[in-house]
């Protein structure tokens, strides 16, 4: 709390106040990020984001475990020393620290939940842990403040494509997720093929701006015009089928480089045809006003720009994060850190990292 240093130290230690600091911490993958942010309520400004990411997988076209722990345990103490001394504050104003414990790679989650909980512990400050794709729900928020609930929320990641109605903060409903590859690991898969380096999504989309939309009309996966409510697959997604039909496409190509950015244009205009076609039955279905998108996927223009043309005429208004806040990042951490904060929750020293889980506060479809 701001006016007095840090939280007061006794069983009522955290409990809200005008004004709260809190220093978030994200490892879950392949980016060591902190950041700092004050206030209260949805009043909540951020005072600082470091993001160092880890451009060795590059390397290897994909995410390695090992390397990428490794790369956490080198850069978390001096990222977290920059996001500090940049909101111009120090260890000892914070009143609490969230950080990321699921989901992700253990190894990496395990370097900031180390971390945050040594702080936590040596200050005497409260440890929250954070769900990663909570985080992402809370990520549009910090920069639109019309960005809270309720809403119906699209989270497009590397790992998780989850369509949900946001009736309140901590109150979800999980209405669909992917059945295979999520949305971003499909536009990864697809770039690999394609020759496109990794992680590949801002290529395809380069690429497909170029392309012809009708040479490689791709079939939109799992989006029957007639399909209702009440068919398993209303909501769902499934996108290594069209994963399949790119990799047929390349392999019947005679020119592959004469071909790319047509196949590129197909793909993405399925993938984005889909996301679409879902988001706007769970607004129309709840009668959301906002649509609320999140995770690395949401950096497409291309997909904002085609949510936006389906709803807007309907009075739905779109909102999302710069291409920053969108990607991994410790604001968005913290940020949700923030809720669970006010909502009174505490992690112990026990707390432990996990591969998956799903996120909290879900209530029945
Ligand atoms: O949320 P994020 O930073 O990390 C995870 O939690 O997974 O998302 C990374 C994903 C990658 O699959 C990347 O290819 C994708 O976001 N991505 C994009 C674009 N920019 C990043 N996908 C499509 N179009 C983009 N412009
Ligand atoms: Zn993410």
Redesign the pocket.
Same mark, same amino acid.
């Given at each position: 709390m701001r006016d007095g240093g840090r939280g007061t130290g006794d069983a009522g230690r955290g409990k809200p106040t005008a004004m709260t600091r809190i220093l978030g911490i994200e490892t879950s993958?392949d980016e060591t990020s902190a950041a700092v942010l004050e206030g209260s309520g949805d009043d909540v400004v951020q005072k600082s984001l470091v993001i160092l990411s880890q451009d060795i997988h590059r390397v290897f076209g994909g995410v390695v475990p090992e390397i990428a722990s490794r790369a956490h345990l080198t850069s978390i103490v001096p990222v977290v020393e920059r996001a500090l001394s940049e909101a111009g504050t120090s260890l000892d104003s914070l009143d609490a620290i969230a950080v990321t414990n699921t989901p992700g790679l253990v190894g990496a989650l395990l370097v900031g939940v180390s971390y945050g909980k040594a702080l936590a512990f040596s200050r005497d400050i409260p440890l929250i842990g954070v769900h &990663?794709m909570e985080g &992402?729900l809370f990520a549009a928020a910090l920069e639109h403040r019309d960005a809270v609930p309720p809403f119906t929320a699209l989270l497009v990641?590397g790992g998780h494509t989850l369509l949900l109605d946001v009736e309140s903060w901590g109150r979800y409903k999980l209405l669909g997720a992917t059945r295979d590859d999520a949305a971003g690991e499909a536009f990864d898969k697809v770039a690999k093929l394609l020759g496109l380096p990794y992680p590949g999504g801002r290529y395809i989309e380069q690429l497909a701006a170029t392309g012809n939309p009708k040479r490689f009309p791709f079939a939109r996966p799992m989006v029957r015009r007639n399909s209702q409510p009440k068919d398993g697959d209303y909501y769902a997604f499934s996108f290594s089928g069209l994963k399949t039909a790119v990799l047929n496409a390349v392999r019947d190509s005679s020119s592959i480089e004469d071909d790319k950015a047509d196949i590129a244009r197909g793909f993405q205009d399925s993938l984005i045809d889909t996301l679409v076609e879902k988001t706007a039955r769970a607004a129309n279905a709840f009668s959301r006003q906002r649509v609320v998108l999140g /995770? /690395?996927v949401a950096c497409n223009r291309t997909l904002a720009a085609a949510m936006r043309a389906r709803l807007e005429g309907d009075g739905v208004t779109v909102f999302t994060p710069s291409p920053r806040l969108a990607t991994?990042n410790a604001a968005m951490i913290a940020r949700a850190g923030f809720f669970r904060f006010e909502q009174g929750e505490r992690a112990g020293l026990d707390l432990n990292a996990y591969a998956s889980s799903p996120i909290p506060g879900l209530v029945a479809a």
């Open positions: 993958c &990663h &992402h990641s /995770g /690395g991994d």
